[in-house]
């Protein structure tokens, strides 16, 4: 059985910074894709950034050399490094694992606000 434990959200001032944690109880993390997805009120969950099990990453356009993706599969533990945030990044943050099938997290909410 496959979860997944996001942390590290919160409320952040435009600008600065948050580093979300994604702990996955799982025996194939190694060779799983990690994501993260966003969702924001009224609108359809969002690719933030994805990395496949060679390290190779993939970023939605609207945060692309803002946020960074990495993994560290000695902990079974993806992390999502964001930067100069914006309001616009307001959102319940999702943690996944594609391996065949997508497993999901039960999310973070992310606030942006002065």
């Known amino acids: 059985q496959v979860q997944l434990v996001e942390s590290g959200g919160g409320l952040v001032q435009p600008g600065g910074s948050l580093r979300l944690s994604c702990v996955a109880t799982?025996?194939?993390?190694?060779?799983?894709?990690m994501g993260w997805y966003r969702q924001a009120p009224g609108k359809q969950r969002e690719l933030v950034a994805t990395?496949?099990?060679?390290?190779?990453?993939n970023y939605g356009a609207s945060v692309k050399g803002r946020f960074t993706i990495d993994r560290d599969n000695s902990q079974n533990t993806v992390y999502l490094q964001m930067n100069n945030l914006k309001p616009e990044d307001t959102a319940v943050y999702y943690c996944?694992?594609?391996?065949?099938?997508?497993?999901w997290g039960q999310g973070t909410q992310v606030t942006v606000s002065s």
């Open positions: 799982m025996s194939a993390f190694r060779i799983s894709t």
């Open positions: 996944s694992s594609t391996l065949g099938y997508t497993y």
């Open positions: 990395i496949t099990c060679d390290g190779s990453s």
